[in-house]
């Protein structure tokens, strides 16, 4: 058998090792110029403040457990089920449900302007800005009353707005232990 290019081997083994070369060189380049900024940051130290701030949040009181009577209805994909939540306002007795509301209410309500941490079941407001992009099958209807207030309403997965609603919802839509 005759070779007919016999430099060939030579030529390409030596145009490979330089070809590797400069690609490890440049991704080492880009780890050094990069690199630094994909760590992750070191803490800072702690202020007097700071420390002061924590040890003052630490004794902040849960949030007033909720009363209410509620009938949840959610049909998913043609199965259906119906719960009833009841709320005495006694943490040690009631569901875990009642407690994961009062605190989901209390968070939504520090950021939302139209609800409160008595009425976490508002509607979405008529001039909110929702994407079209359904997040599921899902509905539920619920009625009864929390907090004092007669509840009547219902909520399902068909846009980004009712989907943040049914999140908010969820330890009453979800199966209740």
Do not use: H
Not at 24 to 30: F, P, Q, R
Not at 42 to 56: C, F, G, H, R
Not at 138 to 163: H, K, L, P, Y
């Amino acid at each position: 058998m005759v070779k007919l290019n016999p430099r060939r081997g030579v030529l390409g083994s030596v145009g490979t090792t330089i070809l590797g070369s400069l690609c490890l060189g440049g991704a080492l380049a880009y780890g050094v110029a990069v690199g630094g900024s994909l760590m992750a940051p070191e803490p800072e130290a702690a202020t007097e403040s700071a420390v002061n701030n924590t040890v003052s949040d630490v004794g902040s009181a849960p949030p007033e457990p909720p009363v209410g009577e509620l009938r949840i209805k959610v049909v998913d994909e043609g199965r259906a089920y119906v719960q009833n939540l009841t709320c005495e306002g006694d943490p040690a007795t009631d569901p875990d449900a009642c407690a994961e509301m009062a605190r989901v209410a209390a968070e939504w309500a520090e950021g939302a302007s139209q609800g409160s941490a008595d009425n976490p079941f508002v509607e979405v407001a008529e001039d909110a800005v929702c994407t079209d992009r359904s997040y599921g099958p899902q509905e539920a209807a619920i009625t009864g009353t929390w907090q004092g207030r007669e509840i009547e309403t219902e909520v399902d997965r068909s846009d980004s707005c009712q989907e943040a609603r049914w999140q908010r919802l969820r330890p009453v839509t979800a199966p209740l232990d």
